[in-house]
C-alpha cells in the first residue's frame, strides 16, 4: 500500500466505520472500508455514551479491517451542532478569525467560550452597508467533541482534525455537476440525519436532524410488539412470515414514520428556498444506511416534486485491495459516503 493515506472514520449509532484513501498520481484509491457493529445505546445522537464499548469497536475495527494510518479524521453530527447562515462584515482572512468569537455570540444558542467556532465564506456581498461576507456559521459544543475524541485516542488512534458529517458528505457525494447547478443531499443514518444544499461544492445550508431509520424500526416494534432487533429484519422485509394483521401493522408503522421524515426534508428545503430563491434546489441525492429504506426515494420525490438520486461516493475512486467484491461494494456504498468524505477532507 502507498505510504500516504489518509482515513475518515465515522461513529455512528449503529456501528463505527473508517475509509482508507492513498492519493498518486493517477488519482485517489479506496485502500480499505471496514465497519463494526455497536450495540443500541453505545452512542446516542451522535455522541459517545458507553465509551468502553466503543473503544473496543474501534479497536476491533483496526485489527480486523487492515488499516495501515491510526491518523484519523472524525466525523460529528448532533444536536450539539449549530450551522447558520450569517453576513458579517467584509475583512481579511486573519481579522476574520481572530474576531470571530466576539461577532457571533448573538447568533449562537451556546457561550462562545464553550464551543469550537468555524466560519465558511460562501458569497460576497455589497450590501447597501457596504461590503459582506455571507457565510455557514459552525459551532460545535467543545465538551462534546472532546468526549468523542477522548474515545478515539482511547483506542490507540490520533485525531488528526474533526469535521462536520455534513461536508464529508457534501466531498464523497455532491460532485460537481454541469446539469445541476444546486442539489440537497440527505445522508440518513440511524438517529441522525444530515441535509446539505449545495451548488456546485459550495454549501449554502446545513441542517442536522435527529432522525432517521431506527425511527421507523422503533415504530415497528412498537405496534407489533417485538424486539428492536426483530422489527429491524421485519422493516427491511427479511421476515416473510407475518400474519396480515402484522403486515398490515408493520405497514401502517412504515408509512407513518416515512411520511414524517419526509415533511421534516420537505419543510426544511422549503425554509431554505424561501431565503435563497436565486439557488432553486434541484434535485436530491440520497445516501446512509436509512436511504435504503422501501418507499423512501419515492416518497420523498413526491413530496418534494424533485428528483431522487443515490450518491454514489466510491464511483470516482479507484478501487485498492479492500478485500470487498463487486457485491460488497455496492452495499457498502451508501454507507462510505461519511467515512470517504472524511478521508478526502484530511488531505484537502
Ligand atoms: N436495507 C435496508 N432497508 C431499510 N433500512 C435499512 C437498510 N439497511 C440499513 N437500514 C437502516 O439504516 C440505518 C443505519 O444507517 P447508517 O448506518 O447510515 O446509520 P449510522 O451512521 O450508524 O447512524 P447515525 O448516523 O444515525 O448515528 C438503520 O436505521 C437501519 O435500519
Ligand atoms: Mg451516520
Known sequence: MPGRTAVGLDIGTSGVRAAELSYGRGGIT???FGQVALPEGAVRDGEVIDRPIVVDALKALWKGSGFTNKHVGLGIANQRVVV???DLPWMRPEELKASLPLQVQDYLPMAVGESVIDFHVTEELNAPEGRQLRGLLVAAAREMIANNVEAVQAAGLFVDSVDLTSFAVLRSVGKVNSEVATEA???VGARVSNLVIHSAGQPRFVRVLLSGGQDVTDAVAERLGVPSAFAEAV???GVDDLDPREADLLRSAVD?????FVDEIRSSIDYYSASNPQ????RIVVSGGGSLLEGLVERLGQATR???VAGDPISGLHIGRTGLDEQQLLTVNPLAAVPVGLALGVIS
Open 306 to 308: 424533485r428528483a431522487v
Open 235 to 237: 422493516k427491511r422485509g
Open 84 to 86: 447558520r447562515q450569517v
Open 185 to 187: 443531499l440527505l445522508d
Open 30 to 32: 479506496l485502500e480499505k
Open 279 to 282: 439557488f432553486p434546489v434541484e
Open 256 to 260: 407513518l414514520m416515512t411520511e414524517v
